[in-house]
């Protein structure tokens, strides 16, 4: 073999962003991630405008039927989370509680986490619409500004103090 000459093992390459945003991948909630969920925090006065996801789980559970909780992970690590569920009754589907983590926002995982929840949504697992409904706080204008770029549109229905917007696919 060759020899060392000393030092520390050559570390890996670091990731470039670029790298990270093309491996965006959702995977569902379950035993092996769930812990990794609730430690994923809102940056300050964020919680006006989303669930913790450890409350969209105990929602997830109860719309069990109906419903698929996923973590967002960029290369590997958990950085966000969503939940995507269907209304049987509109036949309709909804996103849920889009979240990134307070220490990754700014990146670019949020709009990769929707494009990949609207990729899951175009499969249509729980039933045949092609209707994607949200809410959206008006004062929230960073989620906003990403749901116009990705084409939803304001339906003019309110669900408390939140805009409801909708998407054809």
């Given at each position: 073999?060759?020899?060392r000459t000393?030092?520390?093992?050559?570390?890996?390459p670091p990731?470039?962003?670029?790298?990270?945003?093309?491996?965006?991948?959702?995977?569902?909630?379950?035993?092996?991630?769930?812990?990794?969920?609730?430690?994923?925090?809102?940056?300050?006065?964020?919680?006006?405008?989303?669930?913790?996801?450890?409350?969209?789980?105990?929602?997830?559970?109860?719309?069990?039927?109906?419903?698929?909780?996923?973590?967002?992970?960029?290369?590997?690590?958990?950085?966000?989370?969503?939940?995507?569920?269907?209304?049987?009754?509109?036949?309709?589907?909804?996103?849920?509680?889009?979240?990134?983590?307070?220490?990754?926002?700014?990146?670019?995982?949020?709009?990769?986490?929707?494009?990949?929840?609207?990729?899951?949504?175009?499969?249509?697992?729980?039933?045949?619409?092609?209707?994607?409904?949200?809410?959206?706080?008006?004062?929230?204008?960073?989620?906003?500004?990403?749901y116009r770029?990705?084409?939803?549109?304001?339906?003019?229905?309110?669900?408390?103090?939140?805009?409801?917007?909708?998407?054809?696919?």
């Open positions: 073999g060759t020899a000393g030092g520390p093992p050559p570390a890996d990731q470039r962003m670029e790298d990270l945003l093309n491996n965006i991948a959702l995977r569902q909630i379950d035993e092996s991630n769930f812990l990794d969920c609730f430690a994923l925090e809102l940056a300050a006065g964020q919680e006006k405008f989303v669930s913790s996801p450890i409350r969209s789980l105990a929602q997830a559970y109860v719309y069990r039927n109906q419903c698929t909780p996923f973590g967002v992970f960029a290369g590997g690590r958990m950085v966000g989370y969503v939940m995507v569920i269907y209304d049987f009754d509109e036949q309709t589907y909804n996103i849920w509680h889009l979240m990134i983590d307070r220490r990754f926002q700014g990146r670019g995982y949020g709009k990769r986490a929707l494009d990949e929840a609207l990729r899951y949504i175009r499969a249509r697992p729980f039933g045949a619409s092609g209707t994607v409904l949200l809410t959206c706080s008006p004062e929230n204008e960073i989620a906003l500004r990403l770029r990705a084409g939803f549109t304001e339906t003019g229905r309110s669900d408390g103090d939140e805009i409801e917007w909708s998407l054809q696919l």
